[in-house]
DNA sequence: TGAAATGTTGGGGCG
DNA sequence: ACGCCCCAACATTTC
């Protein structure tokens, strides 16, 4: 009797902790599947930095099913279709995702399949608590994290302990590599993303690694730490997080194991704003799209393509910022800290609207993530549910100050003028001619005078804001 | 997980 | 010894 399965891989790219695949390997043969789809927004608008990790991931998933992996490109339903009925399957079987478009092209493909006389089963590998089960008192979601994470999360059922990977497995391929989903990057000259290569290690290995790396590391220092940039203080998991190399499961455990005091509260509480963005999108499913709180529809946004252009390219004249934008246009990745700042930059001091940023930043960041990337624009814009306030307007040059105070962090990415002393390296407008020349600089040729006046830009912001408070 | 403006306090210099 | 001013340091308020 034939009794073979398909388990299709989304955002669990990984054979630790993943529930689906535990199911999976109760049957004799299982047909790993994974569908690049592009009527999925996250196919269709995916950034070019994710579209990289993507490729990486299924190439190294693929090895850690002895090169198994079938990755067709196409119609969900259709591919899926086709498979249960030349090859007689009765069981498929997944992990869940949450981005709105997916839950309702999920439940339509689950529908379908079953009237082929199909068992469709869904699992959950990628949240600690489900979004539609934490409720207040009152039965409705909640909209400010302390109570959401304090109340509704810890003070209902514990994560899961993680599983194993099942010892016996059998995969099975069905199609020929020129059938498959033709990488893009592998083809592609383009030397973008090349530079990732050699810092990025895209595997369920390495993200263990990385994690394990961060716990013997970067965990003991980790409350404080997290918050300069030029120490190694963060954990850097959160692509992996994305795709499902790491299980948040295992992460939440060693975490709670591994940390201690207020490193550890600290660690848990941002997984639980991970938990929160999640949480959000599920109930506000066009966060990427709207503001939350409404009154911001009238705000009367800045619309430059020079000044964007010139943010995008870290080109400021304010280091500080200029280094987060390089940093991510270098790496793919943002420290914390640089994010807040150079998020708040865009949104009060160029008063560019944040699905400007969010739209960057989905782009070149290899972490994109829809839930985390908007929650988290819109936290920082004020827009958003539980948000900063707008008026927390980030100083582009005292941030620096506190936060690379030596400009560790600045002279790495702004190699152009890191021969400026400590003194002026915040503001190298202010230094005189001769500092500038010592270190080589002219300023507005080897690096832009700032774009803007900081003061009057804040206080702009803080009268447009004034105007819809009203 | 701000920053600036404004208010308060207290020590020291000085007539 | 006293009042006055200055100002740093800290606290509070405001956006």
């Known amino acids: 009797m034939n009794d073979t399965c398909i388990l299709w891989f989304r955002k669990d ?68 279709s086709n498979i249960i009925k030349e090859e007689k399957i009765k069981h498929v079987y997944w992990n869940r995702c949450y981005e709105p478009d997916r839950i309702a092209a999920d439940t339509f493909l689950k529908k379908e399949i079953t009237k082929l006389n199909v068992f469709a089963k869904s699992f959950n590998s990628s949240l600690l608590w489900e979004p539609w089960k934490i409720k207040n008192k009152s039965g409705n979601f909640y909209k400010v994290f302390t109570p959401f994470f304090k109340k509704g999360c810890l003070q209902t059922d514990q994560p899961r302990i993680p599983c194993k990977k099942p010892k016996e497995l059998f995969f099975l391929k069905l199609f020929k590599e020129d ?47 997290r918050n300069f940039p ?59 799209k709207q503001n939350l709180k409404e009154q911001f529809n009238k705000l009367d946004w800045n619309v430059s393509n020079e000044l964007l252009l010139k943010w995008k390219k870290g080109k400021t004249g304010f280091p500080i910022v200029d280094a987060g934008m390089r940093e991510l246009w270098k790496t793919g990745y943002m420290h914390n800290r640089l994010r807040m700042i150079t998020a708040s930059f865009l949104v009060k001091n160029l ?16 972490d994109a993530d829809l839930a985390n990337n908007s929650a988290s624009w819109q936290w920082v814009a004020g827009t958003g549910s539980d948000a ?24 790495k990415y ?18 005189d001619k001769e500092i500038l020349s010592d270190a080589n600089i002219t300023l507005g040729l080897d690096y832009p005078y700032p774009i803007i006046d900081y003061i009057s830009s804040r206080k702009k912001a803080l009268d447009a804001f004034k105007k819809i408070s009203n």
């Open 13 to 80: 790219l990984r054979l630790d902790d993943n529930p689906a695949l535990i199911e999976a390997a109760k049957h004799e043969r299982i047909i790993p599947l994974f569908i690049f789809d592009r009527n999925l927004e996250e196919y269709n608008k995916i950034g070019e930095a994710s579209h990289w990790w993507l490729e990486k991931s299924l190439i190294s998933l693929s090895e850690d099913l002895n090169q198994k992996l079938n990755i067709l490109e196409g119609d969900s339903l259709e591919i899926i």
């Open 179 to 225: 059938n498959i989903y033709q990488f893009k990057f592998q083809k592609s000259k383009n030397k973008w993303y090349a530079k990732f290569e050699k810092i990025w290690n895209v595997s369920e290995a390495a993200a263990k690694n990385i994690f394990n790396n961060f716990l013997e590391n970067g965990a003991s220092d980790y409350n404080v730490g």
């Open 230 to 288: 030029s120490k190694n203080s963060v954990s850097k998991i959160s692509a992996y997080l994305h795709w499902g190399q790491i299980s948040p499961f295992r992460v939440w455990h060693e975490a709670k194991n591994r940390m201690s005091g207020s490193h550890k509260e600290t660690f848990l509480s941002e997984l639980g704003w991970r938990e929160f963005s999640y949480h959000l999108l599920y109930h506000f499913p066009k966060i990427n």
């Open 351 to 366: 008063l560019i609207h944040w699905k400007e940023g969010e739209k960057w930043f989905w782009d070149c960041l290899l």
């Open 388 to 411: 900063a306030p707008f008026f927390r307007i980030f100083n582009p040059i005292t941030q620096g100050q506190k936060f690379d105070k030596d400009a560790l962090y600045i002279r």
């Open 414 to 431: 702004l190699p152009e003028i890191a021969k400026l002393p400590n003194k002026f390296i915040f503001t190298p407008w202010l230094a």
